[in-house]
Nanobody
């Protein structure tokens, strides 16, 4: 199936950490594309979280800057999202997306790029 696959979600207390991973279908390589993470909280609009470009430059939502880190393992062809100091408002489903033309928009990536089904993150206060 030509989709991305996320894993690593779970339940943590506020202040805790999780590391999410995103894997690609055979034949798709993250290091030649931009990859990003998006967050869908229950009852809220999907929002951009982080982005890693093919040239390794990054971009973050200001709400997570300094707490989250996006990185890539070229040998494993995996993209990670390290999430530290989690807050209750970080809870929700996290999706990864990747493509050659990439915008920090859930709808654009869902419709035009590879998109994963998501992994659930729960943060208790």
């Amino acid at each position: 199936e030509w989709n991305l696959a996320e894993s690593g979600g779970g339940s943590v207390q506020a202040g805790g950490s999780l590391r999410l991973s995103c894997s690609a279908p055979s034949g798709f390589y993250f290091h030649t594309h931009a990859t990003g993470w998006f967050h869908q909280a229950s009852g809220s609009e999907c929002r951009f979280i982080a982005r890693l470009n093919s040239d390794e430059t990054t971009d973050y939502n200001t709400a997570v800057k300094g707490r989250f880190n996006i990185s890539r393992d070229r040998a494993k062809n995996t993209v990670w999202l390290q999430m530290n100091d989690l807050k209750p408002e970080d809870a929700g489903v996290y999706h990864c997306a990747a493509g050659g033309v990439f915008h920090n928009s859930c709808s654009y990536n869902r419709n035009h790029n590879l998109w994963g089904r998501g992994t659930q993150v729960t943060v208790s206060s």
